[in-house]
């Protein structure tokens, strides 16, 4: 059964760092990994998604790297702003049994101006 | 391109009432799958639905249940409410539910009395 766990659970750090946030995996079938971010009640957006053939993805300051062989994926965030303040959550998409994602429980990240 | 929509964004019910909340996805997308969102569980698979066709199920009773129109509008059901059905009902669409990416909308947030 595929579990998503993320660590930390919440991370605060001073604006303009740099930052890395995990998310390891238990079953290495999976289609793709995506990354999103989720505002106080609001829905998901996403950020990254990394198919099960590539190793990262970019996308302005936000680097996403896959290693399927030992379930883990980073998200790099370059210079952190205090708009960057949301919870990050990982999904993967699962080839085995039910074909869904199952999703990490997320690190809430707060930048402090 | 309008987002994802789904109405209404707030709901009360009492226990033992049913529910029926509605999801728009983005044009052109044929896939839509439900989330439930709740501190304790975390964001949890309920259904994908393509091209009127369940495709997917997750772990949940048969309370739950949903279905998809021709225009790809989706809509879920939960009978006989429970307060442990309090939560925000997430939807998300994409082209074809397999490689691409997930689009979410803002959630239904259900509260049970």
């Known amino acids: 059964k595929q579990e998503v766990t993320q660590i930390p659970a919440a991370l605060s750090v001073p604006e303009g760092e740099n930052l890395v946030l995990n998310c390891s995996f238990t079953?290495?079938?999976?289609?793709?990994l995506q990354w999103f971010r989720q505002d106080p009640g609001k829905g998901l957006t996403s950020l990254l998604l990394?198919?099960?053939?590539?190793r990262e993805q970019t996308s302005g300051r936000l680097n996403a790297s896959l290693d399927k062989s030992s379930g883990r994926s980073t998200l790099y965030i370059a210079a952190s702003q205090p708009g960057d303040s949301a919870t990050y959550l990982c999904?993967?998409?699962?080839?085995?049994?039910?074909?869904?994602?199952?999703f990490g429980t997320g690190t809430r990240l707060k930048v402090l101006a | 391109k309008a987002g994802v929509t789904q109405t209404p964004r707030y709901l009360i019910k009492t226990r033992g009432q049913q529910v029926t909340l509605s999801c728009s996805p983005i044009?052109?997308?044929?896939?839509v799958s439900w989330y439930q969102q709740t501190p304790g569980q975390g964001l949890q698979f309920l259904f994908e639905?393509?091209?009127?066709?369940?495709?997917n199920k997750g772990n949940f009773p048969g309370r739950f249940s949903g279905r998809q129109f021709s225009n790809s509008r989706s809509e879920m059901n939960v009978s006989t409410l429970e307060l442990g059905d309090s939560a925000l009902y997430l939807c998300?669409?994409?082209?074809?539910?397999?490689?691409?990416?997930?689009?979410f909308g803002a959630g239904t947030r259900l509260s049970v009395l």
């Open positions: 998300a669409s994409s082209l074809t539910g397999t490689e691409n990416i997930q689009y």
């Open positions: 079953d290495s079938a999976i289609y793709n």
């Open positions: 990394i198919q099960s053939s590539q």
């Open positions: 999904a993967v998409k699962t080839t085995s049994g039910t074909y869904k994602y199952i």
């Open positions: 044009s052109g997308h044929r896939s």
């Open positions: 639905y393509f091209s009127e066709t369940q495709r």
